[in-house]
């Protein structure tokens, strides 16, 4: 069963990832919004979701409770590169 260390690495990341959302912020105005886009994007928010279930189904087995912290942080990434990825110049 999932313990309170496995919890500490997708914790890491998304602070890590939220620190520089403010940061970037900080220095220009606008950058948020901009990084955060995805959350708005309906294609972007089905892939993130969708991959988000399948990491809960299939890792909550091995990793329990952990497993759902991992899908928000891998269905947040997978959501931010569909955004990216349709919006490329």
Known sequence: MATDAS????AI???ALLVRTALGELRHRGTAREQWAFAA???AAAAGATTAAA??????????????????LIGALTAHLVHRDEHRP
């Open 7 to 10: 919890l500490l690495a997708p």
């Open 13 to 15: 990341v998304i602070a």
């Open 41 to 43: 994007d309906r294609r």
């Open 55 to 72: 990491t809960i189904l299939l890792g909550w087995h091995q990793a329990g409770p952990a497993a759902v912290a991992w899908a928000l």
